[in-house]
């Protein structure tokens, strides 16, 4: 085994994350994956352990658990290493990079300077990645009452959902966190640069993986009234020479779109549907939820943080 392999160990691997994770990691041959006991997975001494030898940790825990695997990694002191959380716990942490490579010019290198990644939510992935672009050419007002609306495949969803869904005891389609409350709202807040709190309303169907992520704007309510054509200009600016992600020019975008086509990508493609007479206009993201909206961009952070190829 070559020297220069560069160590991992997933905290939390038997999860849907967690194996997305270790299936891609399988095709980089740059770095070799630690496992652990499975009678020692929940061994706080034999965790802290595993990461005082490896050079990157993931979490693929839920929030406390991934706060206390933090917690174990700083009493490492100077031989902590690196780690990447897919979890919610860390994505608003001012003392964490967020790990969306391409959200703003010079944030790939951001991330490969980090010792601290929070991996972000599907959802937020997707919505950032219209609206940030937006924002900061000054084509969206920071208080403009953004809605953003979104379908999921079941994968997104947790143990109990995909077995539900697996079970056939699910419904077709449903609308969830009406409460307006969910966890991924202010990671998606912040990194979008609004100042007003959207309204986000996310739903599932019966298909296990892919997302579709849209944001309805109403052309008059934007500074300067801007065209269709100057909302998706400012896109395709944006995301130029992107590996990852793309725009879809509209000409080519049609009239309808189906979730599923990204699946075990690690790819994002944006489009901007609209009628300029109208003054109406609807921004799409497509992503696999458990591709770049999950495994796949922990895959690129720790890719960047560990000063490998992207790949």
């Known amino acids: 085994m070559s020297q220069n392999l560069k160590s991992i160990f997933i905290d939390g691997e038997a999860g849907t994350t967690g194996l997305g994770i270790r299936d891609r990691l399988a095709a980089v041959p740059e770095v070799v994956v630690k496992s652990i006991s499975a009678d020692k997975r929940k061994d706080p001494a034999a965790r802290k352990e595993m990461m005082a030898g490896v050079d990157l940790v993931v979490l693929c825990l839920p929030d406390d658990a991934a706060r206390e695997s933090v917690a174990l990694a700083d009493e490492l002191g100077g031989d902590a290493p690196k780690i990447v959380d897919a979890a919610t716990a860390h994505r608003v942490a001012p ?25 972000p939510g599907c959802y937020p992935t997707g919505a950032i990645a219209l609206l940030r672009p937006l924002v900061d050419a000054g084509l969206l007002a920071q208080d403009h009452p953004v809605t953003v609306n979104a379908v999921s495949g079941y994968s997104g969803g947790g143990k109990s959902m995909i077995e539900a869904y697996e079970a056939g005891a699910a419904p077709a389609f449903e609308l969830y966190g009406l409460g307006l409350h969910h966890k991924h709202l202010p990671e998606l807040q912040l990194y979008s640069r609004l100042t007003r709190r959207p309204i986000f309303v996310p739903s599932v169907g019966n298909f296990r993986q892919g997302m579709l992520v849209s944001i309805p704007l109403h052309l008059d309510m934007l500074p300067g009234k801007p065209t269709t054509a100057a909302l998706e200009a400012a896109l395709t600016a944006h995301y130029a020479g992107s ?6 020019p509209s000409a080519q975008a049609g009239g309808k779109l189906e979730p599923e086509s990204l699946n075990d990508t690690n790819r994002l493609e944006l489009r901007v549907f609209g009628d300029d007479a109208l003054g109406q206009a609807v921004l799409v993201a497509k992503l ?21 190829t992207e790949g």
């Open 288 to 308: 696999d939820n458990l591709g770049k909206g999950a495994s796949g961009a922990a895959v690129q952070n720790i890719r960047l943080m560990l000063g490998l």
């Open 243 to 248: 590996t990852y992600v793309s725009v879809v």
């Open 95 to 119: 003392d964490w990079v967020y790990g969306f490579a391409e959200m703003a010019p010079g944030h790939a290198e951001k991330i490969a300077n980090a010792n601290r990644v929070s991996n």
